[in-house]
Each structure stands twice: as C-alpha cells, then as structure tokens.
C-alpha cells in the first residue's frame, strides 16, 4: 500500500469516527430533550448504540442509519427505554415505551 493509500484511509476513519461523535452527541441531546418534554427522566445521561446499517432513500440517497438506545423512568423507580433513529447526522425517529 502506498503512501497515499494509507493517508487516506487513515482520513477516512477519522471522518467516520467524527460522524459517529456528532450522531453520539444528537442522540443524547434529542434523548435529553424528549424525556424533558415528555415529564420523565432521563437516566444515565447516555445512549448506546444499538445498530448501525445503511439505506438508501431517493430523496436523501445512501447514508447511515443508526439507533441508539436510552433509559428512562417515569416514577423514579421502573426503568424503560427509548431509541432514537438518526439517518445520516439528523433525528429520524425517537420512540419511548408504553
């Protein structure tokens, strides 16, 4: 592999990586903001990722698609947990039990 080859997929990484902070980050934002709005709380102040996979739409052509989960509880006891589905950088989806 040459030189170049190699910067590259080393900047390819690196771009991916970020891609997965800034979808990390929106995740828990969003999580953060629903259980706000929502009246319940948001607990562990993370999400996890669950899945990561790729589709393609004719509107926004080929991306990723990543689910990350989150815990919350509505008493302050029981534990639920919500999802939030990002298409590329940008919320899809957010989903809370019950």
């Not at 698609?65 to 534990?79: A, C, L, M, P």
């Amino acid at each position: 592999m040459t030189t170049l080859g190699l910067l590259l997929l080393i900047l390819l990484v690196v771009l991916l990586w970020q891609a997965g902070q800034r979808s990390r980050d929106t995740a828990i934002l969003t999580a953060q903001q629903t259980c706000r709005q929502q009246g319940v709380q948001f607990l562990d102040g993370t999400a996890a990722l669950q899945n990561l996979r790729p589709y393609f739409t004719p509107d926004e052509g080929p991306g990723l698609q990543r689910t990350y989960t989150f815990d919350y509880s509505v008493d302050g006891f029981g534990r639920r947990t919500g999802c939030v589905i990002l298409r590329n950088t940008r919320v899809s989806t957010v989903l809370l039990d019950g």
